[in-house]
Every structure is written in C-alpha cells, then in structure tokens.
C-alpha cells in the first residue's frame, strides 16, 4: 500500500465547476503540501499544511489529522487551473509524493 | 519571494557525454537542496539531498557516481550525469529550502533531458 494516495487520478470538468481532489495517507507527518504542475513541468507550491484549513484565491486546502485527510479545493474553476495536482509528505526530512491528479477544466 | 531557476531547461546530447544541470536560489540561502526525476505521467522521485558544504545523501537505488551533485554554496547545487546514456533521458527537477528540513520546498522549473 503507498504511503499516499490520491484521488481521482484524472478529473475532467467544466468551466466555473467546483473541484475537490483528495489525498489520504497512512503515516505520520508533519506537515501535507499540496503542489502544482504545469504542462511545462515547473512545480509550484500551492499550500503547506499541518493543520485546520488554508485559502488563497480561489484555492482552499484542508487537512484532518485524526483521519489522516486532506482535500483540495478549486472554486469557480477556469480552464488556466488545468494541471497535475500533487499531494506530498513532509515525512523524516523528505518528501513523500502521490501519483498526482490530471485536471482538466474545459470552457 | 523563494525563486529557484534551473538550468538548461531542455538538453540533446549525445551518448557517452557528461550533462551539468544548475539550480540556483535567487533570493534565499538554499541551506538543502533536492534532486528529483520524473518520467512520463509518474509522479516525482528524490534522487538526492544535498546540503550545502556537505556530500550528497543518495536514494537506494540512485548510482552517486553516475549522478554528481555538488552544493558549495548557500544558493547554487549541480548534477552531472556522467557518461550520459538514453535510458537517462528524464525530466530532472530540483527543489530547495531554507533550512535543514523540507519545509517548505520551492522547485525550479526543471530540465528535460534527452540523449541520443
């Protein structure tokens, strides 16, 4: 079983939906990142969480502890968000990276 | 704030060659920097941690002498693959951050590299 998994691996939605990728995971961290990637292949840190619930734009991010959870958010999607979503671990002194969700968001 | 230029973006080199890829911190001491590879539609694997005026700490797996990191200073760290061959042909990306531990990461826009 990995450490992380996400979910869905590929999400396909309309302009102006709202987006929920989810991420769980079975080992204790310290804190959960939620990462960005371009068609192009950069990487942008989107959120880094240890607890309770962030927003940034039209982004939210939330994580349970308890439940070993987090979930990203988009609201009032836009096809500029369709991207490899990332969900990773600050595990030990590393990170522990998920497969990633393919959003796709059409207009 | 926290930006991490990497360089060459993409690569072609021939086989047998050496390839040296840069990752800089422009505006922040890169006190750890990490290597990271990533084929096709896989997620991103660490290579390597590298902290600045120490060697390189290797994944299992990850040939040293194949793969030189080098970390003299507070804002830059390279990798050389040496005696390049295709199956090393990957997107290569780096990451760094301000203290010892991973939080939080700011990554370059990574390198594609081919080789013929």
């Known amino acids: 079983k990995n450490e992380v998994e996400q979910s869905p691996q590929n999400l396909t939605a309309q302009e102006g939906e709202f987006i929920t990728i989810n991420c769980s995971y079975s080992?204790?961290?310290?804190?959960l990142h939620w990462l960005q990637q371009h068609p192009g292949g950069g990487i942008v840190s989107l959120f880094m969480l240890s607890s309770g619930k962030k927003k940034h734009g039209r982004l939210i991010a939330t994580i349970n502890i308890q439940e070993k959870h987090s979930s990203l958010h988009i609201t009032a999607s836009h096809p500029r968000d369709s991207a490899v979503y990332i969900c990773?671990?600050?595990?030990?002194?590393?990170?522990?990276f998920g497969a990633g969700t393919i959003l796709r968001v059409k207009s | 704030g926290a930006v991490v230029s990497q360089h060459p973006s993409w690569v072609i080199c021939k086989s047998g060659t050496s390839v040296k890829i840069e990752c800089r911190s422009l505006d922040f001491q890169a006190t750890t920097m990490f290597w990271y590879r990533q084929f096709p539609k896989q997620s991103l694997m660490l290579m390597a941690t590298?902290?600045?005026?120490?060697?390189?700490?290797?994944e299992q797996g990850v040939e040293k002498d194949k793969f030189l990191i080098n970390h003299a200073s507070l804002t830059l760290s390279t990798l050389t693959v040496t005696s390049a061959h295709p199956e090393d042909s990957s997107f290569y990306i780096c990451?760094?951050?301000?203290?010892?531990?991973?939080?939080?990461?700011?990554f370059g826009d990574g390198t594609r590299l081919s080789i013929l």
């Open positions: 590298s902290n600045e005026g120490s060697k390189a700490t290797y």
């Open positions: 990451s760094a951050s301000s203290d010892r531990g991973v939080q939080p990461q700011h």
């Open positions: 990773a671990l600050s595990y030990g002194n590393k990170l522990v």
């Open positions: 080992v204790g961290i310290s804190a």
